[in-house]
């Protein structure tokens, strides 16, 4: 690997973002189906993602992270040696297996009509006068109430949940040494939160996912108390600004490719537009890897604890013909999930968040357009929209 010429991506590129970031990954990928990145290699095809997304051989490196950037201790420390993403083998299984049930299409439909009232009432506050910020507005609020009521939680506890998974999804972030101490705040007041609702929901049960890990807690000893409330964390943490920020692109993308008004006409496209816009602006555009044994690939030895970053976006685009276009008939599914056995936990609840979103808002919103340039975020971590202006009516 070290004799290797290829070409240079630096992903931290502050310009890296919009239009350029499209154009960068697809000249990148004009080039070669592998390049160097400041932290080890990033692969760039189909089946390469699919490899180092699949092989056992390879793991997610949040330990190693945490290792780099001094974390060895505290709550911070015990969370992510907790998180599920870094968890594998027969642990892995089986904490998947109790999670799971409560989170298939079928069980994600269940929760279809609150996520309807959350539209309905997101939207009415701002559609007398035409013109809405959808971050804020919506993207933001909207999948917080979903998770609270999926985790069995007040809806007016909302906004804190926001807060706290906005701080821990930072410890993927490029800056966690200088926010060490809010994100290890964030992370004590969850866990102290967490407990509290657990400890009132056990004698009380109901449909969400706190009672049924309770359930196989107390009833199946499947489960350790710091196992469930990690489980709670990592759904939390997962399930926030991830939807946030899908839903803000489609919106935008759907805008600025003339097909609001198509979505408007026939919401039974809604399905088709998530997945396109999944494909088309991955808001999980790389994850990464690190060898645990040595790995051959492509005539290539990657030896143990080299770091390979894997591209969704190239993924996703990978010998597609054409644009956006929420009509068009797509041969593979994205890769913006991930896969293999780390493959997204709440793929389902995503998608019909995105779906009630996108067969709601267009006929709620006529004639929507852009009210002001969207603000991007940076594509290194989750990749959203800071601002969104839009206007509609007439
Ligand atoms: C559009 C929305 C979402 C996207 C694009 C997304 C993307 C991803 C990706 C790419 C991974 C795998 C990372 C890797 O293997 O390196 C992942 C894992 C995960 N996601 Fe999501 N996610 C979304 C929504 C959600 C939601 C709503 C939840 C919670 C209900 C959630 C919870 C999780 C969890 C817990 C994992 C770890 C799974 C494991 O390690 O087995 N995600 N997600």
């Avoid at 109430?145 to 821990?168: K, Q």
């Amino acid at each position: 690997m070290t004799d290797l010429e290829v070409p240079q991506f630096d992903y931290l590129d502050p310009e890296l973002r919009g239009p350029r970031f499209h154009e960068r990954m697809r000249e990148l990928h004009g080039e070669s189906w592998i390049a160097q990145s400041p932290l080890g290699y990033i692969v760039l095809d189909r089946e390469a993602v699919e490899f180092f997304l699949r092989s056992r051989k390879l793991t997610f490196p949040g330990m190693k992270v945490a290792e780099v950037f001094g974390v060895t201790d505290g709550p911070l420390y015990e969370e992510i040696s907790r998180n599920i993403l870094n968890i594998n083998g027969e642990d892995h299984r089986r904490l998947r297996n109790l999670v799971n049930p409560a989170l298939t299409a079928r069980a994600a439909d269940v929760y279809r009509p609150a996520m309807r009232g959350f539209l309905e009432d997101l939207t009415a506050r701002f559609t007398d006068g035409g013109r809405c910020e959808l971050v804020e507005d919506v993207c933001k609020p909207y999948p917080a109430l979903t998770i609270a009521t999926v985790m069995g939680a007040p809806l007016e506890d909302a906004p804190r949940l926001y807060d706290w998974s906005n701080w821990i999804q930072r410890q993927f972030a490029a800056d966690l040494l200088e926010q060490r101490a809010r994100i290890e705040q964030a992370v004590t007041e969850f866990y102290d939160y967490a407990h509290a609702l657990l400890e009132a929901r056990r004698p009380n049960p109901g449909d969400d996912l706190i009672s049924k890990l309770i359930e196989a807690r107390y009833d199946g000893d499947r489960l350790s108390d710091v196992e469930l409330v990690n489980l709670v964390l990592n759904v939390l943490v997962g399930g926030v600004d991830t939807t946030q920020s899908q839903l803000a692109h489609a919106v935008r993308l759907l805008v600025e490719h003339d097909q609001w008004a198509l979505l408007a006409e026939r919401p039974e496209l809604a399905s088709q537009a998530v997945e396109e816009a999944l494909r088309y602006e991955p808001i999980t555009p790389f994850t990464a890897r690190i060898a645990l044994e040595e790995v051959e690939y492509g005539g290539i030895t990657f030896p143990e604890g080299t770091i390979v970053m894997v591209s969704a976006w190239n993924a996703n685009h990978d010998g597609v013909e054409g644009g956006f276009d929420i009509t068009a008939e797509r041969e593979h599914k994205p890769f913006t999930f991930g896969a293999g056995i780390h493959y997204c936990l709440g793929a389902n609840l995503a998608r019909a968040e995105m779906q009630e979103a996108l067969a709601y808002l267009p006929g709620r919103m006529p004639g929507l357009r852009l009210d002001g340039e969207p603000e991007f975020g940076s594509p290194n971590g989750i990749y959203g929209l800071e601002r969104l202006p839009l206007r509609f009516g007439a």
